[in-house]
């Protein structure tokens, strides 16, 4: 079975003619099967984007990809609720679940995907929900390796989708509050939507001065970004079926080649690592967590230079 490469929703609040331009090269060059599409952040942003979805879809289409409609990951308000039930309405595209509060209108009643930040951590969460019509599953980016075989092993008996994030800043939280927005002394509801000043994320720096998170608007994320590309071998044969990229302002059609080559063996894990190393991320490689440690750290495959 061939793995799949999946290009994840867009995280940060990128200005428009970005996210158009971003997409039209996706579509043209990337090594990718899947696009997920959808604001999951905040919904503040997403009439930004809205309008666009249709044309960018179809153009990812054209040029042979699967594009699913993502979730919004937090619902709080009836505004939310409102562009939940919208979503969950969406026809002839696949949906991806990110907030349970989606469950109440696609379970039992249309197939669905559940992404990263729904938490599924276990079989019995991932056996319910499968048999209520979900169709694939992304697990948490924090999930060590013997918990995803054990998780993987439940997918293929349920024959769902086993999708794992290879790439990317790993989220870690969503708040009520906007701490992005407080930094720069505004509310939630004042925002003016600073966010926008950072691409991958605002840098959150421990006392002593070191780098330790990145706020992007209601979320944290980890302050490394996962690199599994030197994980390949192993996720492969836990049973992942698909490998998930999260995009960033890095170039995600070459973070895309590199991955495609690794997985079908045109390059070793050594030369996918040095590659990506090549790339100068804001932020230093990490796959603490698949290996069962520190998920800031980057363990060294069995053998590597």
Aim: glycine residues 8%; aromatic residues 8%.
């Amino acid at each position: 079975m061939t793995v799949r490469l999946t290009l994840g929703p867009i995280l940060f609040h990128w200005p428009t003619q970005q996210k158009l331009d971003f997409y039209a090269r996706i579509a043209d060059e990337a090594a990718v099967d899947t696009v997920y599409l959808g604001e999951v952040v905040c919904s503040k942003r997403a009439p930004f984007f809205e309008e666009h979805y249709e044309d960018v879809a179809a153009r990812l289409e054209r040029a042979g990809k699967k594009v699913v409609m993502s979730s919004l990951g937090e619902v709080m308000l009836k505004r939310e609720r409102d562009m939940v039930a919208d979503f969950a309405a969406i026809e002839g595209r696949e949906i991806e679940i990110n907030d349970s509060t989606a469950l109440f209108h696609v379970s039992g009643r249309k197939p669905h995907r559940l992404g990263p930040l729904m938490n599924v951590y276990n079989e019995a969460t991932l056996s319910y929900l499968a048999a209520h019509g979900a169709t694939h599953v992304a697990p948490p980016p924090e999930m060590p390796r013997e918990a995803l075989a054990v998780l993987a092993a439940r997918a293929r008996e349920l024959n769902l989708g086993f999708e794992v994030q290879g790439f990317g800043r790993a989220s870690l939280a969503l708040s009520a509050r906007c701490y992005h927005a407080r930094a720069h002394g505004r509310t939630k509801d004042n925002c003016l939507f600073v966010c926008e000043e950072d691409a991958d994320g605002m840098t959150l720096k421990a006392l002593d001065g070191a780098a330790f998170l990145a706020i992007n608007g209601i979320q944290t994320l980890s302050h490394a970004f996962i690199d599994l590309s030197g994980d390949l071998a192993e996720l492969v044969a836990l049973g992942a079926t698909d490998i998930r990229l999260s995009p960033h302002s890095l170039d995600m059609v070459a973070i895309a080649r590199i991955f495609r080559d690794a997985l079908d063996g045109r390059i070793s894990a050594v030369e996918a690592r040095q590659k990506m190393r090549a790339l100068n991320a804001p932020g230093p490689f990490a796959n603490g967590f698949f290996h069962g440690r520190a998920g800031h750290l980057y363990v060294e495959a069995a053998g590597a230079a």
